[in-house]
């Protein structure tokens, strides 16, 4: 049994498929990257996983814990909510509370923390993504890049058993770019457990432990970085790879 | 006898200015209606609740499509008929005549605003981003704790001009209630004039008063404003605290 299980997850929109029965496991730990072309469903996986998409169908399995995904029961969702959290494209920062204050509002509010120990939590955590000189900073103030890594620092402090990331540098200048790939391996090599969408290719290979391809709402091929990007099995893997240069070896026909 | 006598303009002001807590008293309470029940109608138009949202629909367009003269006629000679009709129907007993007339008067006003505030607290409520109502959701909040700590404070912001501008106007719509037998300011300019034949002079005090309070008004709502907005400038760094954006 995984850590983390996800069975025959569906979701259409009106007559449109897009998640066609995905299974998915994760270990405990493990860094998940889904890949694939644009439209596929990729942030629609990640969105189904914390009901901010209802899904038609599916189930998802955490530490032994079983959520119906496509519960209507408030309370049920806000628990399968506080499993994961979710880092976002935009980076979502409330754009009133200054970094300090966006990182301790979950562990206020939904953990129920006292004020000193979300204090001391929220320090912790923008301490550890380089944020700690900017604590008063509202958003505005700050760049892509400062505002990601806040936002990282939000989803961490909530110590979930699945982080959620939803291309996390595609909003980014190039030179941001870096410093949020840089947090995110930090988080990755801290044992988070981690499903990951992004376009950084590079990035997968050196941080994923498995890699998904996903495919018109189906997992076309599963495996670790080398088996993907070294060894690909699949004809629509391979065009893929081609397409954006990953294929090892491959020769180019311009 | 003079013409235009200018000293009484200016020295009928403190006798006038007796009925003000009867027009600050309809204001705030008027006012607080107006912002309480536009609330619930901006939440019903924006949840699209059925039935409810047909209804709220109704009402903003009743309300703000018919004169506050003609809505506070309607409530003061309306409200004493229905409580009738309910004396008579299930045998109770109020007494009509000991509704003090600026209950109409402050039903009436807050009825009236509420329908405009409603749709400024809608397009306000719109406004603020859907991502950080995302992502407070993806934190495990309920859906009151969004509203009343991600949504609203933004959108108070976003409002604050428009609910200023609708204040102003509902100061100068209490100067309507003498006609339900209010005495607010208007009322007590009219009683004055009424003794002394000075009208011009009463309705010049009456509009320097209206102005003052107005002028008065709008610099609060500037100083609301500057209180909730973001600096422009963001906070300094102390030197020795710079992390020059490097991940440790």
């Known amino acids: 049994m995984s850590y983390i299980e996800i069975r025959g997850l569906c979701k259409k929109f ?22 694939g072309p644009s439209g596929t469903g990729k942030s629609t996986l990640l969105r189904c996983l914390n009901l901010l998409e209802t899904p038609e169908g599916g189930t998802i399995k955490v530490d032994g814990r079983e959520y119906d995904l496509t519960t209507k029961d408030g309370k049920v969702k806000r628990n399968l909510r506080r499993e994961s959290s979710m880092v976002f494209q935009q980076f979502n920062l409330i754009k009133h509370k200054n970094s300090l204050q966006n990182v301790e509002e979950g562990l206020r509010v939904v953990k129920r923390l006292g004020k000193d120990e979300a204090r001391k939590k929220a320090l912790a955590e923008l301490e550890n993504v380089g ?76 941080v994923a432990n498995k890699i998904i391809f996903l495919e018109n709402g189906k997992v076309v091929a599963c495996g670790t970085p080398k ?15 081609a397409k954006i240069h990953m294929l090892e070896g491959a020769e180019y026909n311009i | 006898m003079k013409l235009f006598d200018i000293k009484l303009v200016f020295s009928q002001i403190p006798t006038i200015l007796s009925a003000l807590p009867i027009t600050i008293e309809l204001t705030i309470i008027a006012t607080l209606i107006g ?15 059925p039935v409810l949202r047909q209804i709220a629909v109704a009402y903003i367009s009743i309300i703000r499509g018919t004169p506050i003269l003609v809505q506070l006629y309607i409530t003061y000679y309306g409200i004493p008929l229905m409580l009738k009709h309910h004396n008579l129907t299930y045998g109770t007993n109020y007494n009509i005549n000991a509704i003090p007339a600026i209950v109409f008067a402050i039903i009436a006003l807050g009825l009236n605003q509420s329908a405009f505030d409603a749709e400024v607290i809608r397009a306000s409520i719109q406004s603020v981003d859907k991502g950080q109502v995302e992502a407070a959701k993806t934190l495990g909040m309920s859906g009151g704790q969004i509203l009343r700590r991600v949504i609203l404070p933004q959108a108070v912001v976003v409002a604050l001009p428009s609910l200023g501008n609708s204040l102003i106007s509902l100061i100068k719509g209490t100067s309507l209630a003498f006609t339900v037998a209010v005495v607010d300011l208007t009322a007590e300019g009219r009683i004055l004039a009424g003794r002394n034949f000075r009208y011009f002079e009463v309705y010049c005090s009456l ?20 209180k909730f907005s973001i600096p422009d400038q963001p906070p300094v760094i102390a030197p020795e605290k710079v992390s020059g954006g490097v991940v440790k």
Do not use: C
């Not at chain 1, 897009?18 to 405990?28: N, P, R, S, Y």
């Not at chain 1, 410093?179 to 981690?194: C, F, H, P, Q, Y």
């Not at chain 2, 509009?207 to 500057?226: C, D, G, H, P």
């Open chain 1, 227 to 241: 088996e993907i990007f070294g060894y690909p099995s699949n004809e629509r893997l391979k065009e893929f790879l």
């Open chain 2, 207 to 226: 509009a320097i008063i209206y102005w003052v309070i107005t002028v008065v008004l709008e610099n609060m709502f500037k100083i609301l404003e500057n």
């Open chain 1, 131 to 206: 944020m700690a000189d900017r604590l008063y900073h509202f958003p505005k103030h700050l760049s892509g890049g400062q505002q990601q890594r806040v936002a990282i620092a939000r989803a961490l402090a909530m110590e979930p058993n699945l982080l959620l990331m939803d291309e996390p540098t595609s909003a980014l200048d190039p030179e941001l770019v870096g410093e949020v790939l840089l947090t995110i391996r930090k988080a990755a090599k801290a044992g988070n457990t981690t499903l990951l969408v992004t376009h950084e290719m590079n990035f997968v290979k050196s």
């Open chain 2, 35 to 49: 912002y309480l029940l536009g609330l619930v109608l901006a939440l019903v138009k924006i949840h699209k609740t």
């Open chain 1, 14 to 35: 009106g007559d449109n498929v897009i998640l066609d029965h995905v299974d998915l496991d994760i270990e405990k730990g493990e860094v998940v990257a889904i890949i």
